[in-house]
């Protein structure tokens, strides 16, 4: 992808994160499902003890201040580039002296993190960061030699016998939804397969309700993946149609979960 795609898709993300934060944080505080997603990621990375661990895309904190209810002797930094994000990040901040929010850009990690991490997350974010490939490389400078990165990358959701089923239900809704994003799962793997000599894989479904689904959906950034081209008003009219001929109860949220572990590899530019 070229210089100036990346930056419009920088720039779209960005906007659409600067509209969220309140839509985000109140479907976090009823559904908790960011922290869930992240407690997942930290059980599959097996960590604990006196870590420096970056949450790279941090959003309004929920994972970081997962981290540090589930590792307490961690130190850690969340790196996000939307200030409203982060201004509520900041406000329900439970222990500033461990857990530090810095405003910067995912693709220019080094200009904004100098310290040397145990860890390194993207957890729900990577899938947003259309130069991931600049990204995980300084990542992975970041990370002491036998560090760990861990990803959550969204798949999709599924019904039961399999199907996708935004897929399924738009061949009746019509309102053209796209399962497109900035970044392909295939290549991702692939990248962080050869940057760290080998990655596990782990998909994880949640079983979701129609009515978590739609909260989440209709937070504006996640619609905005759905509908990228509408403002938001029509998001919202093309997503009730939508929703309006799925036809299970329950639905499967599909996330990627990729972890690896940092070897003596060069990293690829
Ligand atoms: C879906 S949210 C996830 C937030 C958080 N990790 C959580 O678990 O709630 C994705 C976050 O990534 C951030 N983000 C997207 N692109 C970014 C970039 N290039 N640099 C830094 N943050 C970015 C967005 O602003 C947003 O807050």
Known sequence: MDEKKILKIKEAIKRNFEQS????????QKHGFF????????????????????????????SSRQILSAIPDS????????????????NNNPDPSRLRF???DAGDLTSFVKERMDVVLYS???????D?????????????PGGKLG????????????????????????????QKKPVELDSLTLFVENLFSGAKVQTKDFICDIEMLRAFFSI??????????????????????????????????????????????????
């Not at 130190?75 to 900041?90: C, H, R, T």
């Not at 016998?161 to 009746?172: I, P, T």
């Open 21 to 28: 934060p309140d839509k985000y944080e109140t479907f976090e």
């Open 35 to 62: 922290s869930a997603l992240n407690a997942a990621l930290i059980d599959t990375l097996d960590v604990r003890g006196n870590l420096k661990i970056l949450d790279i895309g941090c959003g309004t904190g929920a």
């Open 124 to 130: 729900a974010s990577i899938f947003l960061i259309p």
């Open 102 to 104: 810095i405003e910067g």
């Open 151 to 178: 990803l959550t990358y969204m798949v999709g959701v599924f019904e039961n016998r399999g199907e996708n089923a935004f897929v399924c239900a738009d061949n009746q809704a019509r309102t053209n939804v796209s």
């Open 220 to 269: 504006p950034a996640m619609s905005a993946g759905l509908y990228p081209s509408l403002v938001y008003e029509d998001r919202l009219k093309m997503l009730e149609t939508l929703f309006s001929h799925l036809s299970c109860d329950k639905l499967s949220f599909r996330w990627n979960l990729i972890t690896a572990t940092k070897q003596n590899s060069q990293a690829i530019l």
């Open 75 to 90: 130190n850690v930094w969340g790196l996000d580039n939307s200030p409203a994000m982060l201004k509520i990040a900041e």
């Open 132 to 144: 991931y490939k600049a990204s995980l490389n300084q990542a992975w400078s970041l990370l002491e």
